[in-house]
């Protein structure tokens, strides 16, 4: 079908756009050089030249590997076809996976993400082959790849009326890929408090962290402040000391990453005072956090 073309006012001179997106101005212009609007004549009541808008709408589909190790040479075949409306040309731009190097489109080495499109004609299709040794992404099973026509590109002024079939992607498995890389951990926390004799006199805050969702937990902190009757903090096992601290009344500890279905204990050890008065019993409070499992509390009493 073909669409109904726009203008735009020209005074005295048309202004061309280059592939750095500058304007090449001719000969000295005697007004605004584009008129959105207005009467559509050139100063002085002569009447300005009229520039056409064309109308395309463009279509961007891609392939690529299945399946790599990261490193492997690859190549993504991408097709941008002109469905309808008028000649013209545009760009391309594309995001490989991280990491990957060596990006040749046909043979000729890029360093920018953004490549042209020659001019094409309405039903007719340009094909880019764009290569790389693909890099490893963040670590995990899918390494993506999307290649887009630009809202607003520079090598013409076109008005694209379907911007909807612009974006293409492609997911590629890394054979070595982490699989459990990814957002969605689920951490939770309970805990309990042992019995303890009369003549020990130590109190064992037991905190039991498990991971329920279908990623590693990250970043993994626990921090917690022991309830006054509970006594002076003795040890804490489950840590490493390393990454941490703890004082009298309270710690901070960051933990090793969870994977999913494991669990961590860890055990806050105090001595217990002979005080009385108001306030909680034994316990303590505790606050968990993570990268992607969410933040937890836990108030221990007995």
Not at 69 to 97: H, M
Request: net charge positive; aromatic share 4%.
């Amino acid at each position: 079908m073909q669409r109904p073309r726009r203008t735009a006012a020209v005074v005295t001179t048309v202004l061309t756009t280059v592939l750095t997106g500058a304007l090449v101005a001719g000969p000295a212009v005697a007004g605004p050089a584009l008129a959105t609007g207005g009467t559509g004549k050139a100063a002085g009541g002569g009447k300005a030249a009229e520039v056409d808008i064309p109308f395309a709408d463009l279509k961007v589909e891609a392939t690529g590997p299945a399946k790599v190790v990261a490193g492997d040479l690859v190549e993504y075949v991408v097709r941008v076809t002109n469905l309808e409306g008028e000649e013209v040309s545009t760009e391309l731009e594309f995001e490989l996976p991280k990491g990957s190097t060596g990006i040749t489109v046909g043979s000729r080495p890029v360093t920018e993400h953004l490549i042209p499109v020659e001019s094409f004609l309405p039903g007719s299709t340009r094909v880019l082959r764009i290569g790389a040794r693909i890099g490893a992404g963040d670590g995990g099973i899918k390494l993506p790849a999307s290649f887009r026509i630009p809202d607003q590109p520079l090598l013409n002024t076109y008005k694209d009326t379907d911007w909807r079939n612009n974006h293409a992607y492609v997911d590629t498995v890394n054979e070595k890929g982490d699989p459990f890389i990814g957002p969605n951990a689920v951490l939770g926390v309970k805990g309990q408090i042992l019995a303890t004799s009369p003549q020990s006199k130590v109190l064992k805050q037991v905190i039991t962290i498990k991971n329920t969702g279908e990623h590693r937990a990250t970043e993994i902190e626990l921090e917690g402040r022991v309830h006054r009757l509970s006594g002076k903090i003795l040890k804490i096992d489950g840590v490493d000391p390393a990454r941490g601290h703890h004082t009298d009344i309270g710690f901070r500890y960051r933990l090793s990453p969870l994977n999913p279905g494991r669990s961590r204990t860890v055990i806050v050890k105090t001595r217990l005072t002979s005080e009385t008065g108001p306030g909680p019993a034994y316990g303590g409070f505790y606050v968990l956090g993570s990268a992607n499992g969410g933040e937890h509390t836990l108030d221990l009493r007995k």
